[in-house]
């Protein structure tokens, strides 16, 4: 969709920036591809490993908002205090350090607009009653939950169909810009993936054309598109694809708890083998990994081999960390091409697009950069690229 854009203000980046293909993290899940791009690492360091999964510790499902019925299936205050805060304040990795954290370290002001992995070192209050103090960036900007500064933004819940969510970041987008108030401005345009669930992939023109005009926003702010890119330069990327859907299956797994949701699913209990095989002839699943003496297994129509892997982008290495990410199930599934998982709540968007699997339709995304270093071959790379930029050290591993 972006590289056949006649959006103007993509297309003005297009033409200014250098363009690759690039690959996203497994599961391909927006709460799991944002904590990538905001820590620069897979699962296995950052800890974040689907939309729904056990959180073993407190002995509960955790469900980040698959659907408001699956939301409410998980308790509906439970569920957005662990969409809002929890996942932030104590389901992201403490020893993974976020962007935000590294450049405001280094003396660096950073801004974050509705992008759901925000860990920073900033206390914010919320106005709204039941909403506890959260960690950001300086300037932070949520939904209109939290908002470090007064911008005379719109509501963002308006009306999601018509684009409000994107029309509350772009004007905060502009109010920044107009100010030059950061160094690192962290933009997200969520409203696309929305209209492509429903629509399908390939389909949402119209949510894109919103996007352009949220991008054309901040030129204009800037004094135009010149302008902007003599002021910034610029990383623009998608965090996961999407592929068309046409049915849906409900996992059960005798003995083992299944979280599932989207084109990607987890099942913990004892025995993964055992929990593998007894989906053997599961036609919505593609394939199922677990971990056996150490080792990553692939297997696909009752069968282990692990050349299946090659087939993905980035197959081996991110089948390895979703795996041994501590908080994920003991078996993860990889959807087949046009099947999706349904939700806690039964929901699916069958008809329409999806994502979450290995497969390169969820998998693959654009990567543009302009004025910076070559565009990186996945979206754990953005953050290297980012302080590499500001000519900030890499902090070692912890
Ligand atoms: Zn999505």
Not at 57 to 63: K, M, N, S
């Amino acid at each position: 969709m972006l590289e056949a854009t006649d959006g103007p203000a993509l297309r003005f980046l297009l033409d200014h920036g250098d363009y690759r293909r690039a690959v996203s993290t497994f599961p391909s899940l927006t709460p799991v591809c944002l904590a990538s791009i905001a820590t620069g690492a897979h699962p296995d360091v950052h800890g974040i490993p689907h939309l729904v999964w056990w959180n073993r510790e407190e002995q509960r499902l955790v469900e980040y908002g698959s659907s408001f019925a699956a939301l409410r299936a998980s308790g509906l205050v439970q569920g957005l205090r662990d969409t809002v805060v929890n996942l932030n304040e104590r389901h992201l990795s403490r020893s993974a350090e976020t962007v935000y954290e590294a450049l405001e370290s280094a003396g660096l002001t950073t801004a974050a607009i509705n992008i759901t992995t925000y860990r920073g070192r900033h206390r914010h209050l919320s106005p709204i009653p039941g909403f506890p103090p959260v960690h950001g960036p300086k300037r932070f900007f949520f939904y209109s939950v939290y908002e470090s500064d007064r911008t005379g933004a719109p509501i963002a819940w308006l009306n999601r169909s018509l684009g409000s969510i994107d029309a509350y970041a772009a004007s905060i987008g502009r109010w920044l810009v107009t100010r030059d108030g950061f160094d690192l401005l962290v933009l997200y345009l969520p409203d696309y993936d929305y209209a492509s669930h429903a629509l399908g992939p390939d389909a949402a023109h119209e949510a894109l054309g919103r996007a352009d005009d949220a991008i054309a926003a901040l030129f204009d702010a800037a004094g135009g598109p010149d302008e902007f890119l003599d002021r910034y330069a610029v990383v623009l990327c998608s965090d996961h694809g999407q592929s068309l859907v046409k049915e849906t299956a409900q996992l059960e797994v005798p003995g083992g708890l299944v979280t599932a949701s989207n084109r990607a699913g987890m099942v913990y209990g004892d025995d993964p083998r055992r929990l593998a095989q007894a989906l053997d002839g599961e036609v919505a699943v593609d394939v199922a990994l677990f971990l056996e003496d150490g080792e990553v297994v692939a297997r696909r129509d009752g069968a282990d081999d692990p050349r299946i892997l090659d087939s993905f982008p980035d197959g081996r290495a991110r089948a390895e960390a979703a795996l041994r990410n501590p908080n994920a199930g003991e078996v993860l599934l990889s959807a087949a091409p046009g099947y999706e998982f349904a939700d806690l709540g039964g929901r699916h968007h069958a008809g329409g697009g999806s994502h979450g699997s290995l497969a390169s339709s969820d998998s693959e995304v654009p990567m543009l950069t302009v004025g910076t270093g070559p565009p990186p071959g996945s979206i754990t790379e953005i953050k290297r690229l980012l302080l590499e930029h500001f000519g900030v050290a890499i902090a070692a591993a912890a």
